[in-house]
């Protein structure tokens, strides 16, 4: 007889089984399809579900026709991406990214024909004077990417400082060489926060003239596969006019479903929650690399579900990853960092397992 055991999971980039409000979201998928079904099963707007894009149009003080709901985040700045880089000449399609970073972020813009330029991201978020430098060196951009808030996968966020700066030198760009940098924001996990006060996002702070990219995936749950897009109206007729194009109409139910979530009031009940065990978790994982891996150092971030740890001693994180029996995590290179960090995630395993996997880890090493 075969024994299965199990793997403890602090790779995943996603919210654990048990922090999925399944029961409450199967009641809301059938109060929404009783009440709208209709609709919903048929063709709609390419945009998305309207009742929830003038609620998510309410939230940030825009209009709903600026707000385009997506199949996920990943496919909302994969329109993006192909809407403003393939819009540009072969000489004008720079993109900068943070390093580290996801590198399907990075597939999304090459495959839309970008050229990739990197900045380094530290403990105050995206290093805005190494982009300073490329625009003395009159390097110009079409576009700047940043995961402002809990960045995956370091856990750090911007600054309020580096915020502002960003915006000034992007718009500094504008008014000196007449020619646009479209600054994006990535801020899926900005309602994760558990810890310490928010600050204004880039979009807040720019009085809507960013972008701004979200999802449902990392508060609600993942497999609703609803993100959503906040752009100036023009670049949002734009991207709604390719999302139509690509798919007459996206899954209408999911998003009907997160619109009865929200508005019955299981939102709220839900961050709490989901905020309450993401600090134990991330509590949990910080107590368990002090007792196992004394000697590593890791970020500690107030929100998001990320945890970047650099190894003592300098040791090679994919063959640490490979050693590791019955754990899974995930080894700095998978994000364009050196080999002596590793990405750990708090959000898909328990208290008792994050303990275990991390001795699992240390005992590998």
């Not at 063709?43 to 998510?56: D, F, M, Q, W």
């Not at 998001?304 to 029996?325: M, N, Q, S």
């Not at 290179?333 to 303990?355: C, H, K, N, Q």
Request: net charge negative.
């Amino acid at each position: 007889m075969s024994i299965v055991v199990e793997t403890i999971d602090l790779a995943s980039g996603s919210l654990g089984a048990d922090l999925i409000p399944a029961d409450e979201l199967a009641d809301c998928a059938e109060t929404a399809a009783a009440r709208d079904g209709r609709a919903i099963f048929s063709y709609g707007s390419g945009g998305g579900y309207t009742p929830l894009r003038e609620l998510i149009g309410e939230w940030f003080g825009v209009a709903p026709s600026r707000v385009l709901i997506t199949n996920g985040w990943l496919h909302g700045l994969t329109l993006i991406a192909e809407q403003v880089i393939g819009a540009r000449t072969a000489t004008s399609r720079n993109v900068v990214l943070e390093s580290p970073l996801d590198e399907r972020v990075a597939g999304v813009f090459l495959r839309a024909g970008a050229s990739i330029l990197s900045v380094s991201v530290d403990d105050e978020g995206f290093a805005v004077n190494e982009l300073e430098q490329m625009l003395v060196q009159y390097t110009l951009p079409a576009l700047v990417f940043t995961v402002s808030v809990f960045h995956n996968p370091t856990g750090w966020s911007m600054s309020p400082a580096r915020r502002r700066r960003l915006l000034d030198i992007t718009s500094a760009q504008y008014r000196m060489r007449s020619a646009e940098i479209l600054v994006v924001e990535d801020g899926s996990y900005a309602l994760t926060r558990f810890e310490g006060e928010p600050s204004p996002g880039l979009h807040d702070l720019s009085r809507g003239q960013t972008v701004y990219t979200s999802s449902f995936s990392a508060t609600i749950a993942p497999g609703l596969r609803v993100g959503f897009v906040i752009a100036p109206e023009q670049l949002s007729e734009r991207l709604e006019r390719a999302a139509t194009d690509s798919y007459i109409t996206p899954v209408l139910l999911g998003q009907a479903t997160v619109h009865e979530f929200v508005t019955r009031g299981a939102f709220d009940r839900q961050l709490e929650h989901l905020r309450t065990e993401l600090r134990r978790r991330r509590d949990a994982m910080a107590s368990a690399l002090e007792r196992h891996l004394p000697d590593a150092t890791w970020s500690s971030p107030q929100g998001g579900f990320f945890t970047w740890v650099r190894l003592p001693g300098y040791p090679d994180g994919r063959e640490i990853v490979k050693r590791a029996t019955g754990v899974a995590a995930l080894a700095g290179t998978s994000f364009g960092a050196p080999s002596d960090y590793l990405r750990l995630s708090y959000a898909a395993a328990d208290v008792d397992e994050i303990e275990s996997g991390i001795a699992c880890l240390a005992a590998a090493i």
